[in-house]
């Protein structure tokens, strides 16, 4: 189980071959426990799929198609899947057992306000204000920046930079002691070699 945790933690499973398997594997299938809506939409959305990718085969070729399509999903959900693990993992991040979970402070403090120019913010519907959207999903996106504006609360919470969104991707593990999100590296520095010396 921890060999399989790293690799999925590798940035090239993570953010390459991740989305592949995401978005044209694991959502192309029903899950178990389904609702009858949620099963016809999947089915539904594979035929339409389906059509799209026969039709453009037919048009183009379907070499051309699936170079165009897997470049496509290897960039689009590359860094669709990026902006979402930054949105939610990151050193300061709030993570509790269950039994002492709370709702407002996962939505405040489990989420990022991810700071992005304007133009990528607007590309991207205002999803960086992650942390409005959780406290409340029903506010649409070209309503999250005034939300953020007009209370106080959101004011509050820190922007996640670029730069600072980076030292994101080495966070894997959760520190109970320190209560934040660490790399394997600082892990086996902190946990790993002081118990084998002790034990040497």
């Not at 189980?1 to 299938?29: E, N």
């Not at 959900?77 to 930054?86: A, I, M, N, P, S």
């Not at 407002?104 to 403090?109: F, H, V, W």
């Amino acid at each position: 189980k921890r060999l399989g945790y790293r690799l999925f933690r590798f940035p090239l499973i993570t953010f390459g071959l991740g989305p592949f398997y995401m978005f044209g594997i694991a959502h192309r299938i029903v899950r178990k426990g389904a609702s009858k809506r949620e099963r016809n939409n999947v089915w539904a959305t594979n035929f339409i799929l389906l059509g799209i990718a026969v039709g453009l085969s037919f048009l183009m070729g379907w070499k051309s198609y699936l170079l165009i399509q897997g470049m496509i999903l290897f960039l689009g959900g590359g860094l669709g899947v990026l902006l979402f693990y930054v949105q939610h993992q990151f050193e300061e991040v709030y993570w509790e057992h269950h039994n002492e979970w709370d709702y407002y402070s996962a939505a405040i403090e489990g989420s990022s306000y991810y700071k992005m120019p304007k133009i990528l913010q607007w590309f991207t519907g205002n999803i960086g204000i992650h942390h409005v959207h959780h406290l409340s999903p029903r506010i649409p996106n070209y309503k999250l920046q005034q939300a953020q504006d007009e209370n106080e609360i959101f004011q509050q919470v820190p922007p996640l930079t670029f730069r600072e969104s980076m030292k994101a991707l080495y966070c894997h593990l959760w520190d109970e002691n320190q209560r934040t999100l660490i790399g394997f590296r600082a892990a086996h520095k902190l946990y790993i070699k002081p118990r084998r010396t002790a034990q040497a």
